[in-house]
Structure formats: C-alpha cells, structure tokens
C-alpha cells in the first residue's frame, strides 16, 4: 500500500486513482539557449507511461518535498505523466533566481525540450498554482501545438503588479514570499518559516522598511529592496506584465480562483480578457484562501476533465463557463458570464448613528476617529497569504476606536450580491497623506460580524474633503433574512498593507510616523456608500434589494 498515495488522496477528497504504481526520472538535465540547464523529475505510471499526455509544472518551489509531490503523484496517477522543472536557480537548476524575469524565454524552450522526448506522446497540458499559473501566462501567446489545455490556478498573469499600486501598496504578502524564497532551500525550512512568523511580523514594523529584509533574514535581499522601493509604474517591473498576451491565448483554459485568494482580481480580469477575445474559457471560483488544499483538489479534478479530454482530442464534460460558490448559501451555481447578468449597483449610504441604509443620507455631522501608525489598525482574516486568512471574527477589530462601522436593520428578505463591490467614502484627513479601508461584512442574528470583502486606496491631498473610490475584492454572498449588512470604515489593515506615515515621503525611507485625525462625511453633499451589485429579480430564492 502507498501511503502517501492514500493520504494525498483523502487530503485533496479525490477519486480513487487508475494506479498507484508510478516511476520516478530525476534530475533530468533541460538545456536553456544561454547555455543554463534547468532540473525536471518526470513521474509517470510503470506500466504504459510513455503513452499519456505530458503535465508540465515549472516551479520555484522545489520537486520533491511536500507541495512538489502533492502536485505530481495525484495526476500522475490519473491518466498522465508529468514533468516538474525548478526554475532558473533554486533547487539546482542552473543561474540565478531573479523572479518573474526568466519565465517567458527559459518555459518555452521547456516546451520545446519536452516535445523532442522520446517518452513524449504528442499532447502536453500545462498546470499548476500561485507562480506556476503566472509561468503559464508568460508564454501563453507562443505555446507550440502539442499544447492542448492551461490550468491556471489562485494565479494571475501580472502577478506581483497587484501588491505595487502606488495608491494601495500592500506589505506582507511580496514581503513573506521573498523572505519564503531566501530560506526554502535551508533544512526544514518550512517549519522554520512557520516558527519564524513573529520574527518576521516584527522585521514588517522596522522604521525604515529598507531594514526590514535584515531584521527578518540577517543579510539585504535585492527582491524584497524592489518591492519596498520601486511601485507598479517602475521600470525596474518593465516586461513581468504578461496581461497583454492573454488574448492571444490558442488554447481552451480553465481557471480556478478563490473569494479570499489575493490575486483574484487579476485571475478574473484574465478570465474576461479571454472571453472578450472568443477564447474557449472556462471558471471555476469556490470559498478559497491562495493555500486551501481545495484549490489543489479542485485543479486535479479538472485536470482529469477539462484537461484531459483536450489532450485526447476530445470535448469535455458540458457545464457552464463559469462556476461559482455563493457563500452564505455554501453551495454552487453556474452562470453564463462573470461578472454575471442580472445583477444591477445597489448604493447602501452611510448614515448617522452608525446605520446603513438604501435611503439618501440627511444632514449630520461627519463621523471622527484618529488614526495611530505607531498602533495601527490591525489585518484580521481576509486577503492574506499567512496568518489568519478568510472569514473571521471581526469583533475584537471593530471594538477598536480607529474602526467606524455602519450596519442595515435586520434584513427582511434574502439578498444575494454577486459581482464588483465598491464603495465611495467621503473623508477628511488632518494630514495630506493617508488611507481608507473599507470592509464588507455579514452580522448574524447573534451579533458576530464576519468579513467577505475589503479593499484600501491611499489618497493625497487627504487634507481636504475626498471622494474615496476604494476597489474591493468582488465576491457571491447570500446575506440571510435576519442577518444585518455592515461596512467597516479605518485607515488600514497592517501589516497586509503597508501603514501609511502621513508625511508623504515613500513609504520605504519614511522614518516618521504622524498621528491622523480623520473625518468620514454622510450628508446630502457628501453622499458616502457601498455600492452592491444586487440581484434585479425575485428569481431564484426570491431575492429581493431590500435593506
């Protein structure tokens, strides 16, 4: 009996495979044209490998351990063989780690490679998560025939671009990835990463940031200096940006995407790139963190369907282009479209008193909390990579005095929101430089407040009276009769995003940290509101915009 074979199995709740007996090539050698070779294992089933499609996956990450296994042995067990290449440097592939950058030129000369194999059997798909899915989408535009399917997953085709919005930039995630990178080949390193957490929550609070990649390494890291120092619109990001091949992507793709995953945005506006170019594409998006092992689970079922049958020649199994898992509901439902039909912006206005409501707003006084960056508002749950991720308690969180919340009355009806969620926040800062987040939340009929979405955008010229227009992550909720609607309104989520100092210099060097008195507005002139995308009709459940 294979044990680890079963354990994946009931760890990713798959069917039981055709075989469990699989051969194992390691350290193949695969010659790059500047002369650099790069590592692959192939696994394949003992008897009648050399007869399947190929699954390529090129990895940072490394071949073996934990997250290499869990990706090859399930699909190699299921109708395919798979190779799985380290990338340029880690894991003794040949050069030099320098991320996102090699991926376009040193993948398609893989393709080639493996298409010249004598074990290659005419079709190859390509697969796997996070920066895998991004290496997918760096030659999406130049995929050789043989390439029959993508399957992308929790992954995007700009990837880090996300993080680096000068009017947004988030700090843990590129921050915990490079720090993740710089010590993955060490002994034990994953638990040395998971021991290390607090080690590196404090290096994130180093003033100035550029101290932090030694406060949590010991030594400088070239990436972790990019991200602090160079925003989206640099050139030192010039050409990682593959969004403008989507596109002219030839091959049928299915995506899988989660509510909590932080590149969605991105994954679904891939997914509208494709469908806007009459491009065969498919989405599946169920209630997922980026590391959820149903992320994996669902990708290898798809694998063996949608990815599959395309290698064979074949169509498979019918079901709507997009899949998604309304939460709330806690089931699944099919529609034609994302973001999809039916679905019209519904603007829930901040009132005073701390209520929300359909109605305009009447004259009132703004709202006031002062924001502290030496204690700053804390991340809790939601969009993140690390710590504590998806749907939490948000109780402790709007206990604090920097949190302003606005709830509905108990809703009368079922209301199901699916699509883009925003919100426009009138708001005052006392300095020029500051932040707004704002979060989406259902409370239960016991009064606990569970987030769903959020987002923040930093504003200048925060000194005078501003119209917000802050982006939240899109989500399908159904807010149960009984339940109330709350949004959430401070000035961060640190260390998710990095903290505004107020002083206007880059958040890297800032040494200095001001104290902001903030003002959000809800009167007439200043109209401040969350705007849900709100089913039209009673149609199914007989859902209806009330609030």
Same mark, same amino acid.
């Given at each position: 009996m ?5 354990l ?6 798959? #069917?039981?495979?055709?075989t469990?007996? %699989?051969?194992?090539?390691r350290?193949?050698r ?14 394949a /089933?003992?008897?009648?490998?050399d007869?399947?499609?190929?699954v ?8 073996? &351990?934990?997250l ?40 398609l000369?893989?393709?080639?490679w493996v ?8 079709t190859?798909?390509?697969?796997g998560l ?10 999406t535009d130049?995929?050789?025939?043989s390439?029959?399917a993508?399957? /992308? ?5 700009? %990837? ?11 700090l843990?995630? /590129?921050f ?15 638990l ?11 290096? %994130? ?8 990649? *030694?406060?949590?390494?010991? $030594? ?18 010039a ?11 030839t091959v049928?793709?299915?995506? *899988? ?11 679904l ?19 997922w963190?980026?590391? #959820? ?26 079901r ?5 898992y ?14 999809p039909?039916?679905?019209a ?16 707003p009447?004259v ?6 002062? $924001? ?6 804390p991340?809790?749950g ?10 939490v308690?948000?109780?402790?969180l709007?206990?604090r005095?920097?949190?302003?919340? $606005?709830t ?9 929101v ?11 800062s006392?300095q ?5 987040f704002v ?10 407040s569970?987030?769903i ?5 930093s ?6 009276i501003?119209?917000?227009?802050v ?9 149960k009769? &009984?339940?109330?609607?709350?949004i959430?309104?401070?000035?961060? #989520? ?5 903290r505004?100092? &107020?002083?206007?210099? /880059? ?6 940290l ?13 109209p401040?509101?969350v *705007? ?6 009673t149609?199914?459940? &007989?859902?209806?915009?009330d609030?």
């Amino acid at each position: 009996m294979n044990l680890t074979s079963h354990l994946i199995q009931r760890m990713l709740r798959l #069917a039981t495979p055709s075989t469990r007996q %699989l051969i194992v090539d390691r350290d193949l050698r695969v010659p790059m044209p500047d002369g650099v070779d790069l590592l692959a294992d192939r696994w394949a /089933p003992r008897a009648g490998g050399d007869a399947l499609p190929t699954v390529v996956i090129r990895t940072p990450y490394g071949r073996r &351990g934990t997250l290499g296994t869990v990706l090859t042995r399930p699909l190699a067990e299921r109708g395919f063989q798979v190779l799985i290449q380290s990338t340029r440097g880690p894991f003794g592939s040949g050069g030099t780690l320098d991320p996102l950058r090699c991926e376009r030129e040193d993948g398609l000369a893989t393709l080639e490679w493996v298409g010249n194999q004598p074990w290659f059997a005419d079709t190859m798909v390509l697969f796997g998560l996070s920066y895998l899915g991004y290496a997918q989408w760096a030659m999406t535009d130049r995929l050789p025939p043989s390439v029959k399917a993508m399957i /992308p997953q929790v992954s995007e085709s700009a %990837l880090t671009m996300e993080f680096l919005r000068a009017d947004g930039i988030s700090l843990e995630t /590129p921050f915990d990835w490079g720090v993740l990178v710089a010590t993955q080949e060490r002994r034990w390193a994953m638990l040395r990463h998971r021991l290390g957490a607090r080690r590196l929550q404090r290096a %994130l609070r180093t003033i100035p940031l550029t101290g932090s990649d *030694i406060a949590a390494l010991g $030594y400088r890291s070239e990436y972790i200096q990019d991200i602090l120092a160079h925003d989206r619109d640099a050139d030192r990001w010039a050409g990682i940006d593959h969004s403008h091949r989507v596109p002219e992507t030839t091959v049928p793709v299915s995506s *899988i995407a989660g509510w909590f995953d932080i590149f969605l945005p991105g994954q679904l506006r891939d997914y509208q790139a494709l469908r806007a170019a009459g491009r065969d594409a498919r989405l599946t998006l169920g209630p997922w963190t980026h590391t #959820a092992p149903d992320v994996i689970g669902t990708a290898v079922r798809e694998a063996t369907d949608f990815g599959l049958a395309h290698a064979k020649g074949e169509q498979p199994a019918q079901r709507a282009p997009v899949r998604l898992y309304v939460m709330g509901e806690d089931s699944w439902h099919d529609f034609d479209s994302w973001p999809p039909a039916g679905y019209a912006p519904h603007r829930y206005h901040l009132q005073p008193g701390a209520t929300l409501s359909t109605e305009p707003p009447g004259v009132s006084r703004p709202d006031r909390y002062q $924001y502290d960056p030496v204690d700053p508002t804390p991340a809790v749950g939601g969009v993140r990579m690390t710590g504590t991720t998806g749907r939490v308690d948000n109780t402790a969180l709007e206990s604090r005095p920097d949190v302003l919340t $606005y709830t509905t009355s108990a809703l009368e009806h079922d209301l199901e929101v699916i699509g883009e969620v925003s919100a426009e926040i009138y708001f005052r800062s006392s300095q020029p430089y500051a932040d707004v987040f704002v979060r989406l939340c259902d409370v239960d009929p016991r009064g606990r407040s569970y987030n769903i979405c959020d987002g923040l955008l930093s504003l200048t010229s925060a000194d005078q009276i501003r119209a917000a227009q802050v982006r939240l992550w899109p989500t399908a909720y159904l807010f149960k009769r &009984g339940h109330r609607i709350r949004i959430q309104v401070s000035s961060g #989520a640190f260390p998710r995003f990095a903290r505004n100092p &107020g002083t206007g210099r /880059p958040r890297a060097t800032a040494a200095t940290l001001l104290t902001a008195h903030q003002e959000v507005y809800h009167d007439p002139e200043h109209p401040s509101a969350v *705007i849900l995308p709100v089913r039209l009709s009673t149609g199914r459940k &007989g859902l209806a915009a009330d609030g």
